[in-house]
């Protein structure tokens, strides 16, 4: 039996079979939220050392897989296949042949050799969703690319406007962009099943890394291409919005949200500031903007005078959005942090402690929540269901 058919009913995506022979954070990152709303995720890996980030530590936990693959990869089952085996290649059709979708986010060409496009699969199974993540979607530069997130965050501008004013580039600390990539792919991949139980049809969806990149850059891009403003690197400041941005107090860092107007007057008043807020350079955000430097250097200089504690109190005692600037320790001491916070029994692991999904109580329940697979430990149950499930892939083979 699929461990799928053991969960709740209710779930969104119950019943729903996807093949995911993706690796490293934006497929897997796409498919652990389908696996999250109740979908049985099928984990195709390589033999050899599976899913490359089970290596990429360390941390490692136990001696076994790193914390980067356990972080994305919860819900699923995995099966070991080395498609190019005859034998390995023929399971991974018969999954296929079954799944309701397939997600991969191989080099273009890859699937297509083993004849596993949608081309190739889709003959056999038409309701088939197939949702690739390549490097570009839409050129052919993702021939010869690979879609790593750093590469996309020097090739589509982040970091020429991320770091310290006149300082090198920066990449941000994260690879944000290979998330933006995986959450646009469960969006897309959501319609076309929708769109699929509607028509009767499935379809091929293709998200690529880099338009996905593109399309994050949201206020940066139209800065570009309706002002002409080229962005540069300015620290912690924010391109159209005075004041928004770090501060520095006496003990450590803090963060002023002055979004509009009132709030940038209310900020004034909180900390013995009013008579800025009336002056004509500032009345406004355009003149903030304009007149930036000045106006930060009064604030800092003021900020400097006292503790972050004392700031915020000060700050959020007159509505004034601030935060202090945490570390990831401190960050999850907090009590809102450990609320996102997950334990999740492992046999052979202990327990995990995961970052939980976010969506709240419209997946899997935290008791349901199953702990990232070993390496082809589902080989033999996921071969039991395509025997128990009969031939509905071979009609589709060539």
């Known amino acids: 039996m699929s461990r799928q058919q053991n969960r709740g009913e209710a779930l969104p995506l119950s019943g729903v079979v996807v093949a995911d022979f993706s690796r490293i954070l934006a497929g897997p990152l796409c498919t652990m939220i389908l696996a999250d709303l109740g979908a049985d995720v099928i984990k195709i890996e390589r033999p050899a050392g599976g899913d490359d980030t089970r290596s990429w530590g360390p941390p490692f936990v136990d001696g076994g897989d790193a914390a980067y693959f356990l972080a994305l990869n919860r819900n699923k089952r995995?099966?070991?296949?080395?498609?190019?085996?005859?034998?390995?290649?023929?399971?991974?059709?018969?999954?296929?042949?079954?799944?309701?979708?397939?997600?991969?986010?191989?080099?273009?060409?890859?699937?297509?050799?083993?004849?596993?496009?949608?081309?190739?699969?889709?003959?056999?199974?038409?309701?088939?969703?197939?949702?690739?993540?390549?490097?570009?979607?839409?050129?052919?530069?993702?021939?010869?690319?690979?879609?790593?997130?750093l590469l996309m965050q020097a090739q589509t501008g982040y970091m020429s406007f991320t770091g310290e004013s006149g300082g090198e580039p920066v990449k941000m600390g994260v690879a944000i962009l290979d998330v933006v990539a995986g959450l646009y792919a469960a969006i897309a991949v959501l319609a076309a099943l929708r769109e699929r139980d509607n028509s009767g049809h499935g379809r091929p969806v293709r998200v690529g890394l880099y338009e996905a990149?593109?399309?994050?850059?949201?206020?940066?891009?139209?800065?570009?291409?309706?002002?002409?403003?080229?962005?540069?690197?300015?620290?912690?400041?924010?391109?159209?919005?005075?004041?928004?941005?770090?501060?520095?107090?006496?003990?450590?860092?803090?963060?002023?949200?002055?979004?509009?107007?009132?709030?940038?007057?209310?900020?004034?008043?909180?900390?013995g500031l009013l008579d800025i807020a009336d002056a004509p350079d500032y009345a406004t955000n355009a003149m903030r903007v304009a007149n930036r430097e000045p106006l930060i250097a009064k604030?800092?200089?003021?900020?400097?005078?006292?503790?972050?504690?004392?700031?915020?109190?000060?700050?959020?005692?007159?509505?004034?959005?601030?935060?202090?600037?945490?570390?990831?320790?401190?960050?999850?001491?907090?009590?809102?942090?450990?609320?996102?916070?997950?334990?999740?029994?492992?046999?052979?692991?202990?327990?995990?402690?995961?970052?939980?999904?976010?969506?709240?109580?419209?997946?899997?329940?935290?008791?349901?929540?199953?702990?990232?697979?070993?390496?082809?430990?589902?080989?033999?149950?996921?071969?039991?269901?395509?025997?128990?499930?009969?031939?509905?892939?071979?009609?589709?083979?060539?």
């Open 78 to 149: 995995s099966i070991a296949l080395d498609l190019k085996d005859p034998e390995d290649l023929h399971v991974a059709r018969e999954i296929i042949g079954r799944a309701d979708l397939v997600v991969e986010n191989f080099r273009p060409g890859v699937m297509t050799s083993f004849g596993l496009d949608y081309d190739s699969v889709s003959t056999g199974n038409p309701r088939l969703v197939y949702c690739s993540i390549p490097a570009f979607a839409g050129s052919s530069d993702g021939s010869v690319l690979p879609g790593y997130d």
């Open 213 to 271: 990149s593109i399309a994050a850059l949201v206020n940066q891009a139209a800065n570009y291409l309706l002002g002409g403003s080229v962005p540069v690197a300015a620290g912690n400041a924010h391109p159209n919005i005075v004041p928004y941005q770090a501060f520095s107090a006496a003990d450590g860092q803090f963060v002023l949200a002055g979004g509009n107007d009132k709030l940038f007057r209310a900020a004034c008043a909180a900390v």
């Open 299 to 398: 604030l800092q200089e003021v900020f400097s005078t006292s503790t972050v504690e004392h700031w915020m109190k000060v700050l959020r005692e007159a509505g004034v959005p601030a935060a202090p600037v945490l570390s990831i320790d401190q960050v999850f001491a907090s009590p809102e942090a450990n609320t996102m916070v997950s334990s999740v029994p492992d046999p052979l692991r202990g327990m995990l402690r995961l970052v939980r999904s976010p969506l709240g109580n419209i997946g899997l329940s935290e008791d349901e929540t199953r702990p990232p697979p070993l390496l082809g430990e589902h080989d033999q149950e996921i071969k039991a269901w395509i025997k128990e499930t009969g031939t509905a892939a071979e009609e589709g083979e060539t």
